[in-house]
């Protein structure tokens, strides 16, 4: 019985001691810095549900009454629903074709050990290297020789072209992880390689594919730019797109925008939740792979 009191003493001691100023120090400035991250989003979920006099008079207190009046003028005066559907198409078609296409291009590079898979897979890598900008009007002009500028699916060949690269690096890395003797019995019974991707390998990939889905999502869903260059100026093209235009020509109706940021928000936030189990996983275990 003294004996497991001392060890008990030790442990406690032990314990005590690797509490260290540091650890304290670094844990306070991640709350500051995730305060700070948090803030912006609190006042605009707050603002969407205050008045535009509300906003002017104290952005920072809390709303008198729940208004949704910027909710109504949002949906029923302006384009803004139009802009959500876009935004929700280029997203979820976008997402859907890189997880079709990405995930088995990334399968054979990494089971077919060649020069020209070698070759492809060292192409695709050095596609990040380049910046946007670098080959943005040519991109423009060649969309615009194929027919495709101007229409949704101009953003859309965009994003999964985007993705090919850090799409093709993080899912060779988990395939490579996987044991080739499942693959093998699977074609002893008779699976075709395309069977054996989609019902043996695939499975298996679901932490990375979820990684790649936040990941691709919140830039497809984010981005201003594309849209704002691609699309046609006469009529409603993204949710960003709008909001910015909104803080442009209703710069006295704050309500109104904030409305539209939190309309922007949300989506995004359920889909995080949802999938943030799997994201975690799949970076750690990129991480280890690495």
């Given at each position: 019985?003294?004996?497991a009191?001392?060890?008990t003493r030790?442990t406690?001691k032990y314990?005590?001691?690797?509490?260290?100023?540091g650890h304290?120090i670094?844990f306070a400035v991640?709350?500051?810095?995730?305060?700070?991250?948090?803030?912006?989003?609190?006042i605009s979920?707050?603002?969407?549900?205050?008045?535009?006099g509300?906003?002017?008079?104290?952005?920072?207190s809390?709303?008198?009454?729940l208004?949704?009046g910027?909710f109504?003028?949002?949906?029923?005066?302006t384009?803004?629903?139009?802009?959500f559907f876009?935004?929700i198409?280029?997203t979820v078609?976008?997402?859907?074709?890189?997880?079709l296409?990405?995930p088995m291009g990334?399968?054979g590079?990494a089971?077919t050990?060649?020069?020209?898979?070698t070759?492809?897979y060292t192409?695709f890598?050095?596609?990040?290297m380049?910046?946007?900008?670098a080959?943005?009007v040519?991109?423009?002009r060649?969309?615009?020789?194929?027919?495709?500028?101007g229409?949704?699916a101009?953003?859309?060949?965009i994003?999964?072209?985007?993705a090919?690269g850090?799409g093709?690096?993080l899912?060779?890395?988990?395939v490579?992880?996987?044991s080739?003797?499942?693959?093998e019995?699977a074609?002893?019974?008779?699976?075709?390689s395309?069977r054996t991707?989609?019902?043996?390998?695939?499975?298996l990939?679901?932490?990375?594919?979820?990684?790649?889905v936040?990941?691709?999502?919140?830039?497809?869903?984010?981005?201003?730019?594309?849209?704002?260059l691609?699309l046609?100026?006469?009529?409603a093209?993204?949710?960003?797109?709008?909001?910015?235009?909104f803080?442009?020509e209703?710069?006295?109706?704050?309500?109104?925008?904030?409305?539209?940021?939190v309309?922007?928000?949300v989506?995004?936030l359920?889909?995080?939740f949802?999938?943030?189990?799997y994201?975690v996983?799949?970076i750690?275990?990129?991480a280890?792979?690495?």
């Amino acid at each position: 019985m003294q004996a497991a009191n001392v060890k008990t003493r030790e442990t406690v001691k032990y314990k005590k001691e690797r509490v260290k100023p540091g650890h304290v120090i670094l844990f306070a400035v991640l709350i500051l810095l995730g305060l700070l991250f948090i803030a912006p989003l609190f006042i605009s979920f707050m603002s969407a549900f205050k008045t535009n006099g509300e906003i002017l008079k104290n952005p920072l207190s809390f709303p008198s009454s729940l208004y949704t009046g910027g909710f109504e003028y949002l949906f029923a005066k302006t384009d803004f629903p139009k802009a959500f559907f876009n935004s929700i198409f280029l997203t979820v078609v976008s997402e859907c074709l890189i997880i079709l296409i990405i995930p088995m291009g990334a399968y054979g590079i990494a089971r077919t050990k060649n020069k020209l898979s070698t070759a492809i897979y060292t192409f695709f890598l050095a596609g990040m290297m380049i910046p946007f900008q670098a080959y943005m009007v040519a991109l423009f002009r060649e969309l615009n020789t194929v027919g495709i500028f101007g229409t949704l699916a101009g953003p859309i060949v965009i994003y999964i072209a985007g993705a090919t690269g850090f799409g093709t690096l993080l899912f060779t890395s988990f395939v490579s992880g996987i044991s080739r003797e499942i693959e093998e019995a699977a074609q002893i019974d008779g699976c075709s390689s395309l069977r054996t991707f989609w019902q043996i390998v695939f499975p298996l990939l679901k932490p990375c594919t979820a990684s790649m889905v936040i990941l691709n999502g919140l830039g497809i869903w984010n981005d201003y730019l594309m849209p704002s260059l691609v699309l046609p100026s006469n009529g409603a093209k993204t949710i960003n797109v709008e909001i910015f235009r909104f803080a442009g020509e209703m710069s006295s109706r704050w309500d109104i925008v904030f409305s539209g940021v939190v309309c922007g928000i949300v989506p995004i936030l359920i889909v995080f939740f949802a999938l943030q189990g799997y994201f975690v996983k799949g970076i750690t275990a990129g991480a280890a792979k690495g």
